[in-house]
């Protein structure tokens, strides 16, 4: 398996959020590809954002900085990062450094709704 | 959402080995770039399963040596134009003779595991200090720090010397005892 790769489903008609599905590992050798792509997408004024991180195998503190990067951003246009699925090693060290408390995580496609405030 | 399932058999921990009785000293040497941070989280990961620590213990030596690993080849040749921080145009070869390697040495013990992650930089002492605290890092905006965090606070101890040129951060993990586990 590569060690990244990002997948951005194209927009839907009647969908208020972009979804984007990440696969392999977030560390410093791959954040800065992740970031660019992201930002690129938010250049095109999309308010909200689903990643799927269900095939996120690993994150480091870099790549939690740029989804820090991506939070921020958005809520300040008053949207939302909504994080899915997230495995059980990527969730644990969310748990233990306390952002569970600070990203929107799901854990279905049903409670979309409620985490975008739609 | 729930995840404090029992992890499936795959993730589980190995059954414990066959006590080592003595040190055991295992040395890796790497160059400076970000794409060998995932074979060395690979080869730390292995150490620490076989040694006996739970798979929660395994994940958080991981991502510490991954992150004091990323702190040596962001920062420790940076001032010889060697940095994936820096911009194309700044970037440079090591100069001949200069040492500019990331160094892992891990003992394995019977009742710990001890990793030194060493470069013959120009001394991490310059670095920009970690946050304390997750507060700290929000107030940051998330500008960095958390590396450093996760260091201090996965690792049972962790110390930093700075041996003439260079930085040796050592450190150490503790199996539980039978008591504890």
């Known amino acids: 398996m590569k060690s990244y790769d990002l997948l951005i489903h194209p927009a839907e008609d009647g969908t208020p959020f972009r979804r984007v599905d990440v696969i392999g590992t977030l560390d410093s050798h791959t954040v ?7 930002h690129s ?3 095109d004024g999309i308010p909200r954002l689903l990643l799927n991180i269900e095939q996120l195998t690993y994150i480091s503190s870099a790549g939690i900085s740029a989804l820090m990067g991506l939070t921020h951003r958005l809520r300040q246009t008053n949207g939302e990062l909504v994080l899915l699925k997230p495995t059980e090693k990527v969730y644990r060290v969310f748990r233990t450094l ?21 | 959402m729930s995840h404090d399932r029992t992890p499936p ?8 080995r066959e006590p080592l009785g003595e040190t055991v000293e295992i040395e890796v040497k790497a160059p ?3 794409r060998v941070l995932s074979l060395i989280r690979t080869l730390v990961s292995a150490m620490a399963t076989d040694l006996g620590f739970s798979v929660e213990e395994v994940e958080r030596i991981e991502l510490a040596v991954d992150e004091a690993a990323t702190n040596v080849v962001r920062h420790a040749y940076k001032h010889i134009g060697v940095s994936p921080d820096l911009p194309p145009h700044e970037r440079h070869e090591p100069p001949p003779g200069q040492d500019c390697t990331l160094h892992i040495r891990a003992e394995l013990q019977p009742h710990c595991m001890r990793i030194c992650v060493i470069d013959k930089g120009i001394g991490l002492q310059n670095m920009p200090p970690g946050v304390n605290s997750i507060d700290e890092y929000l107030e940051r905006r998330g500008n960095g720090g958390l590396g450093n965090f996760i ?3 996965f690792m049972d101890e962790v110390r930093y010397d700075y041996p003439g ?3 040796v951060l050592t450190m150490t993990k ?3 005892t039978p008591q504890e586990a």
């Open chain 1, 32 to 38: 800065q590809g992740f970031e660019q792509s992201l």
């Open chain 1, 41 to 43: 997408l938010l250049d």
């Open chain 1, 98 to 118: 306390g952002f569970t408390n600070i990203f929107k995580i799901v854990d279905s496609d049903t409670e979309l709704t409620a985490a975008f405030n739609l």
């Open chain 2, 9 to 16: 058999p795959d993730q589980q921990p190995a059954a414990p």
């Open chain 2, 32 to 34: 400076v770039e970000t």
């Open chain 2, 151 to 153: 260091i201090r606070n």
């Open chain 2, 165 to 167: 040129q260079g930085t």
């Open chain 2, 174 to 176: 503790y199996l539980p």
